[in-house]
């Protein structure tokens, strides 16, 4: 059994048309589209996340309110969360679980523009969520939790790209 023989300088194949970003698109509409796609990046990342913690907060009250805390008491808990606490463990794992799944989202919209798209996107999410509720932790907090969120919303891109690649 013989195999073809292979020039080892010749460069690789790649399926160009797989990979073009939507090749039939003029560029004011690939702007759109790119657009488009940071919008419901950042939307499911920022919406996500306050719908969640809305909710946690909620959950949270009653819990406190069961065990016999007044509404003064449950409030300045919520203000003051410790960073042990599973309220806050769940809040920012739901976070960013929501900045995963809007880099996801915003790198399938994007098509062929992903890392461009969720690169906008992680830096949009990234302001707007430290112009919203970053005011409470301290600097090394907000750092970490702030590149924490940027890498996980690139591996959601990560994953939107692959999948757009895979042609599913």
């Known amino acids: 059994m013989t195999t073809p023989e292979r020039n080892p300088y010749s460069p690789p194949s790649a399926d160009v048309e797989k ?5 039939e698109l003029t560029p004011a509409q690939r702007r759109f589209v790119q657009f488009k796609a940071v919008l419901v990046g950042v939307s499911v990342d920022i919406g996500g996340t306050i719908i969640v ?3 946690l907060s909620i959950i949270y009250g009653v819990i406190a309110a069961a065990a016999g805390e007044s509404a ?4 300045t808990s919520l203000r003051n969360i410790p960073h042990d606490s599973w309220l806050y463990i769940a809040a920012t794992f739901s976070g ?8 996801y989202l915003c790198a399938r919209i994007a098509k062929g523009m992903e890392y461009r798209a969720g690169s906008i996107q992680a830096a949009c999410s990234l302001c ?3 112009f919203l509720g970053g005011q409470k932790e301290s ?3 907000q750092i970490a939790l702030s590149g924490l969120s940027v890498l996980v919303t690139m591996l959601g891109v990560k994953f939107g790209a692959y999948r757009n690649r895979a042609g599913a």
């Not at 960013?96 to 880099?103: H, T, V």
Request: glycine share 24%; aromatic share 8%.
């Open 96 to 103: 960013l679980g929501f900045s995963l799944l809007g880099g």
């Open 72 to 75: 003064e008491q449950i409030a």
């Open 128 to 130: 707007l969520g430290l």
């Open 139 to 141: 600097f090394g907090m």
């Open 19 to 23: 990979i073009a970003p939507h090749p």
């Open 53 to 55: 913690g809305v909710l």
